[in-house]
């Protein structure tokens, strides 16, 4: 039994206005909205998942003191990083070109905050 497996569950995203990130990540990038709880007064709690991941992203009020924008290099992996960049244009994303790379290729967007996001198709390793 291998004592020292983990697995990360959560990621806490730093936004200015939860309803505005909420609805990016849900409508514009399709992220599914688990949990929208308002704990207590200064404790809104928002957990969103990627279609098919088991680590979500965690917005909210009191959540993290990072600054609103200030995250960089989340990376979600896809099989097709063509299919999945036409998908998020079609909903009005902000993303740029594919990035071919000898180790995958690559399109990057950013949340209304300005949180850097890439999606990454690796290369084949056959």
Excluded at 25 to 51: C, N, S
Excluded at 80 to 98: F, N, P, Q, Y
Excluded at 117 to 126: A, E, V
């Amino acid at each position: 039994m291998n004592t020292m497996q983990m697995k990360l569950e959560l990621v806490a995203v730093p936004v200015s206005d939860v309803d505005r990130a909420k609805a990016f990540y849900t409508e514009k990038i399709g992220f599914h909205a688990d949990h929208d709880h308002q704990v207590r007064e200064g404790l809104r709690f928002v957990q969103l998942t990627p279609p098919g991941s088991a680590c979500s992203i965690v917005i909210g009020v009191g959540i993290t003191t990072m600054q609103p924008g200030s995250l960089e290099g989340l990376l979600m992996v896809v099989l097709d990083v063509k299919a999945v960049r036409e998908e998020l244009v079609k909903r009005g994303v902000a993303i740029s070109e594919i990035d071919v790379q000898p180790w995958g290729s690559f399109a990057y967007f950013r949340d209304p905050d300005g949180n850097s996001w890439s999606l990454q198709q690796p290369r084949s390793r056959t």
